[in-house]
């Protein structure tokens, strides 16, 4: 029976900024979201004072000072690296690893029984600190489902940070204890549904029907279904899908009224739409660009638009993008409105690239290659060297629109300019 761990990073954000701050050890850190809106990553001492995830951080300033509780804004660069580094290590470890997220990743354990799962993982575990400063928990399931459980108590009940299922009586009495959402592929959504069935528990779950549960969640609720039952000897197991559809936008630190930044902008978030494009190896056939004021100054003049445009050859070629999306962005552009936010959707998603012959776009073999192989150059400068070492003019030089980030750490692994200093 396969043999999976699920390693995650413990509080990731607040980990990564103690590396380089050994004096937050042991007291309370939160990391914020875009524009410092909301609390999005707390430390073990943060979350003792009640502080909750995703509270509105002007809502909790005077209580944050009051108790010395050290801010950050989120660093993504210096939180990219270090995950990047985290990962790299891992595979030194196993062969085969699977990336969930940027603080999560499921490795294979298959041909380490010998060694003692949890001796192993608990190696694992030292060497990643030791290498990396990130602490981290690891659970041990026969899928990937159940390593997400196990992984629930390594985190929250183990003070060595791991944990086997090694056995269906253990399996069984976890899924007493935890809630429907402790499922990994169960939202708040899918929850409501089940609870309306009269469903509270894992437990409820996998005592079920399985076609109650495919009544409510589909195909994907089944393949739940069969981990909870260690059925994949007969069904595939469940993989993380690749985007159906990819977003990306940012609300302006200050509210942006003249064309130009708005097109600046949106070139960013483009650029930052088709990366996560090539990554997966998608091409998309259709782009949503949109703008949109400030909803919540009601004593303001309001507008929001967005325009949709399809594309006869699937592309994910950025600075082609960029020009489509500029030029549609003037199209819904109104002056004398005070934006809020600009965004790129792009969806239609495939993995390949029919040529349509009769296309303008259609290019010959060899330009297209080139355009290709320039993406892919300028992916890896990027990912080596750090985000937008190479970007387009279209993004702008002076980006007065970022968002806010009054508490920003340094970006201590990517930026020559930002090195830690030892005196």
Excluded at 122 to 131: A, C, V
Excluded at 388 to 401: C, E, L
Aim: aromatic residues 10%; hydrophobic residues 35%; proline residues 2%.
């Amino acid at each position: 029976m396969n043999k999976i761990a699920l390693v995650d990073c413990n509080n990731f954000y607040c980990s990564v900024e103690r590396v380089f701050n050994p004096k937050l050890e042991h007291k309370p850190v939160v990391v914020l979201s875009n524009n410092d809106g909301c609390i999005i990553s707390r430390s073990n001492e943060a979350k003792a004072l009640g502080i909750k995830m995703a509270e509105p951080v002007y809502k909790i300033m005077p209580y944050l000072k009051k108790n010395k509780v050290s801010i950050y804004s989120s660093n993504y660069q210096l939180y990219g690296d270090m995950s990047h580094r985290v990962m790299t290590n891992l595979n030194y470890f196993v062969p085969h690893i699977d990336i969930y997220s940027i603080d999560e990743c499921f490795i294979n354990l298959n041909g380490f029984e010998h060694m003692g799962l949890i001796n192993y993982s608990q190696t694992i575990k030292q060497k990643i600190y030791q290498w990396t400063g990130i602490p981290v928990a690891i659970g041990v399931g026969n899928n990937k489902v159940m390593a997400k459980l196990a992984n629930h108590i390594a985190k929250k009940h183990k003070g060595d940070g791991v944990f086997q299922l090694n056995s269906l009586e253990q399996e069984q009495k976890l899924m007493k204890q935890l809630e429907l959402t402790e499922i990994w592929g169960i939202g708040r959504r899918s929850e409501k549904k089940l609870k309306q069935l009269g469903l509270e528990s894992v437990w409820d779950f996998y005592t079920s029907s399985q076609m109650q549960i495919k009544q409510v969640m589909g195909i994907n609720g089944v393949q739940l279904y069969y981990a909870l039952h260690n059925q994949f000897n007969n069904h595939q197991e469940l993989e993380q899908s690749d985007k159906k559809s990819i977003a990306s936008s940012r609300s302006f630190s200050t509210l942006v009224s003249e064309l130009g930044p708005l097109q600046q902008a949106l070139s960013n978030y483009i650029m930052i739409a088709s990366k996560k494009l090539r990554k997966q190896g998608s091409y998309t056939s259709a782009m949503q660009i949109y703008l949109s004021t400030n909803p919540f100054q009601q004593n303001t003049r309001q507008y929001h638009n967005c325009i949709n445009i399809d594309f006869a050859m699937p592309c994910n070629d950025s600075f082609k993008l960029i020009r489509i999306g500029k030029s549609a962005l003037k199209k819904i552009y109104k002056r004398d409105y005070q934006y809020h936010k600009v965004g790129v959707l792009l969806y239609d998603l495939s993995d390949n690239k029919q040529i349509d012959l009769f296309s303008i776009d259609y290019l010959p073999g060899k330009e297209k290659i080139r355009k290709e192989k320039l993406m892919r150059v300028i992916d890896k400068i990027n990912q080596n060297m750090g985000t937008d070492t190479v970007f387009s003019g279209a993004q702008g030089i002076k980006k007065h629109w970022l968002e806010k980030r009054n508490y920003l750490s340094q970006r201590y692994t990517t930026n020559w300019n930002e090195l830690l200093q030892v005196n």
